[in-house]
């Protein structure tokens, strides 16, 4: 977004400026990963344009998908990707992600005012975003078998109260074996 910079009455020229530019896109990102704490991913994007709409001087511009005229869009947009989470609390974390695109989504002549050819641009996609995100399938065993310590009065009582269980669950498995052969 380019804010008001001036308006000029005759022409109602004001120098404002939207793009918004609508993408299908497959990141494909490698990852290097404390799981307790931290991750941090680097790789690349395909995108595909599926829709935009622009804006000069407050009004739409009649630039499309379809337009084919000298300064029009790339369809197609590559990118580099640099990711990094960290565990906030449990199986959420924050994630921020900077893109940055490695070819010209579009070539652009800009005019002065008066009309006079003022310079040619190539436009790029750059983007940071941040998230949060929550992982239902993570898997914490380890997590939890690292910092699980047993803080009661007798630790051979708990481990007692274990080996009963696993017991019963043998009883159990045997019973259902003796069943299935018969």
Request: aromatic residues 14%; glycine residues 6%.
């Amino acid at each position: 977004h380019q804010r008001q910079q001036y308006l000029e009455k005759e022409n109602g020229f004001t120098g404002e400026y939207d793009l918004y530019l609508n993408y299908l896109e497959v990141p494909l990102l490698f990852y290097f990963s404390d799981k307790n704490l931290a991750s941090i991913g680097i790789g690349a994007s395909y995108g595909r344009l599926v829709g935009l709409k622009e804006y000069e001087h407050g009004k739409l511009t009649n630039v499309n998908l379809n337009y084919n005229g000298p300064d029009k869009y790339n369809l197609n947009d590559f990118c580099f990707l640099a990711d990094a989470k960290i565990r906030i609390y449990d199986r959420l974390k924050l994630g921020v992600r900077f893109q940055y695109s490695l070819t010209e989504i579009r070539t652009r002549d800009f005019f002065l005012i008066n009309g006079e050819y003022d310079e040619t641009r190539k436009q790029y996609n750059n983007s940071v975003t941040a998230r949060l995100i929550y992982v239902f399938n993570e898997d914490r065993t380890q997590y939890i078998d690292d910092t699980y310590e047993f803080k009661g009065d007798n630790p051979r009582i708990h481990q007692k109260a274990i080996d009963r269980k696993i017991k019963k669950l043998k009883k159990k498995q045997a019973k259902a074996e003796k069943k299935a052969a018969k």
